[in-house]
């Protein structure tokens, strides 16, 4: 395979490099390039004002959402233009995980389900970061299995009143908007009686509860709904028709999530480079140098495997579920890593304040924040049902409620 930019995409990356040479915020430059495991580091400045300022600067010079139609905010950029743009933003690009929920989930479910008149409203102010969004899918008793929600939706002249509660929410506390899933036939098989809204997250009857992680950070959040009022006309698809549109979006999830995931080979390698064991530099340790040669191995397979989906979007292929394996893999590779760098440092590896700490407690932050992959946008275990029953043709899991109305599921009450 040749990976090398052909005369039109070395252009395009001049052009994308000399403007964030230009533009970007080098005064978070050093932060950031420490940043990435569940906290964007902008010392005393706050990071979602920080990544809107970015966002916005890149809307108004036509860098949001490149590959988004010109109509909503975006210039109908390739995929190879889109990742040239995304390895030339660099450690910026940390800056807008902020806005991968909407833009990268939100936005294409939008862009397929809304009418004309709301995506001209939505999708640009999406696209400039001014407004945020966030996926109220997850509940306490459905995320892997999340055909079960019982959220309800009940129709009431013209508009449709919820009543339930959504957990996991990412970004629901700075969120504007989410899009929302919910129970409105409960008479019918489970996957059949969905609907799918958007809704404004300050609707009355909102109530977002962040939770305590154990980074101290309170990145998502419990999201409870007490007869909130939705206008039919943002329902997104068929009034049961639910189920097909959340499709679209945990398609999009799975690529937004698997397209950039770290895996943190390059934060072990900057490590052991770096580390003087007792017995001399940790890179001239045989052992490490085999569990280094390993996780190479590996990093290189997710390169050409992401490599590989890229050059079948190029071809107006739609991304396929052998998607699922860059996340299983990577999340796993991650927690590995993460575990590995700490006992290396000893006694070091305890040392959580970034003030204080190697590498500024990136690796630290690597440890809690790795678990949390191999669980969102899928867990370890659903990839690998979805890669056995849909890539490699085994078998179906047996599926006890499959037909079934939703409200006969026996559910141990
Ligand atoms: C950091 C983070 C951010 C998140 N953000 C969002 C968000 O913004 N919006 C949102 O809606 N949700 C979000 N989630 C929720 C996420 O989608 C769910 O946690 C995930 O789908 C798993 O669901 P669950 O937690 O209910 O676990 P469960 O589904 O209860 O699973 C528990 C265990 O059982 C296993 N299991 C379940 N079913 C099977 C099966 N059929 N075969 C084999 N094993 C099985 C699972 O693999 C897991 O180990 C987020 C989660 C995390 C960690």
């Keep these: 395979m040749d990976f090398s930019d052909t005369v039109e995409e070395a252009a ?3 052009i994308a490099r000399q403007w964030i040479g230009e533009q970007a915020p080098a005064y978070l430059y050093d932060g950031l390039a420490m940043s990435g495991f569940g906290g964007t580091k902008t010392g005393e400045l706050d990071p979602l004002a920080e990544a809107k300022k970015w966002q916005k600067k890149k809307a108004a010079a036509g860098w949001a959402c490149i590959q988004w139609p010109v109509e909503f905010g975006g210039q109908g950029a390739t995929p190879m233009q889109s990742v040239i743009w995304n390895q030339e933003e660099g450690v910026y690009g940390k800056l807008t995980g902020t806005f991968i929920i909407g833009q990268g989930m939100c936005a294409p479910t939008m862009m397929a389900y809304a009418d004309d008149e709301q995506k001209k409203r939505y999708l640009p102010k999406l696209a400039s970061g001014e407004e945020v969004w966030c996926q109220l899918f997850s509940e306490p008793g459905s995320g892997s299995d999340l055909a079960g929600l019982r959220t309800r939706a009940e129709k009431e002249g013209d508009d449709w009143i919820i009543n339930g509660q959504k957990i996991w929410t990412s970004g629901a506390h700075y969120s504007d908007y989410g ?3 919910t129970r409105t036939d409960p008479d019918v098989a489970k996957h059949r009686g969905l609907t799918m809204f958007f809704l404004d997250m300050k609707s009355p009857g909102v109530d977002i509860k962040p939770i ?8 998502f959040n419990e999201v409870y709904f007490d007869h909130v009022r939705i206008p039919d006309a943002q329902r997104l698809g068929d009034v049961g028709g639910g189920w ?8 999009n999830e799975r690529l937004a999530i698997g397209g950039s995931i770290a895996t943190g080979f390059p934060e072990i390698k900057t490590l052991v480079d770096n580390l003087e064991l007792p017995s001399g530099k940790a890179i001239d ?3 490490v140098r085999a569990r ?10 997710l390169k050409n495997t992401a490599a590989r989906a890229m050059t079948a979007l190029s071809k107006g292929e739609i991304p396929g579920p052998e998607n699922s394996i860059g996340k299983l893999v990577a999340g796993g590779m991650m927690q590995d890593i993460a575990k590995f760098a700490l006992d290396l440092q000893g006694l070091g590896g305890a040392i959580v304040d970034p003030a204080l700490a190697r590498d500024s407690a990136r690796l630290q932050a690597m440890v809690m924040r790795s678990p949390a992959v191999r669980i969102e946008g899928g867990t370890d275990q659903i990839l690998r049902n ?26 141990g009450q």
């Design 12 to 14: 395009f990356r001049q």
């Design 179 to 181: 899009i929302l899933i």
């Design 212 to 219: 305590k992680q154990a980074n101290g950070e309170s990145g």
């Design 244 to 251: 097909q549109v959340s499709l679209t979006t945990l398609m």
């Design 285 to 287: 340790d045989p052992a």
């Design 292 to 301: 280094l040669a390993d996780w190479y191995a590996k990093s290189a397979g």
């Design 386 to 411: 979805i890669i056995a029953e849909r890539v490699l043709g085994l078998p179906e899991e047996l599926r006890a409620d499959k037909g079934i109305a939703f409200n006969k599921i026996p559910t």
